[in-house]
């Protein structure tokens, strides 16, 4: 059974940084899909970002697009998500998901199978 946990969130300034860390178990790594999920109070849960089992590829969602870099090292088994230029719009918490070998729309929430139990970011103005 794969295994997600998050860490890393925080409370920071407007402008600041963090870098948010998934790390996975009880499968091969590098047979997944991973993304970053984020869900505000209120609000749906929706994409942030995802890459590809090599990582070669990486998508965005708009609104972190230039901000926000996804990475992954398949010999850690760990998935990685550098936040910059934080805004208080990106306060939420933030998921980590998992989808073997592909996915045909990354940025569905049911494209997903796996799921952390997720981590609060709090960025404050």
């Known amino acids: 059974q794969v295994q997600l946990v998050e860490s890393g969130g925080g409370l920071v300034q407007a402008g600041g940084s963090l870098r948010l860390s998934c790390a996975f178990s009880g499968h091969t790594f590098s047979d997944y899909l991973l993304g970053w999920f984020r869900q505000a109070p209120g609000k749906e849960r929706e994409f942030a970002a995802c890459?590809?089992?090599?990582?070669?590829?990486?998508y965005y969602a708009d609104s972190v697009k230039g901000r926000f870099t996804i990475s992954r090292d398949n010999a850690k088994n760990t998935v990685y998500l550098q936040m910059n230029s934080l805004e208080p719009e990106d306060t939420a918490v933030y998921f980590c998901a998992a989808v073997w070998r592909y996915a045909n729309n990354y940025k569905r929430v049911d494209e997903y199978k796996y799921w952390g139990q997720g981590t609060q970011v709090t960025v404050s103005s």
């Open positions: 890459i590809r089992r090599s990582g070669g590829a990486t």
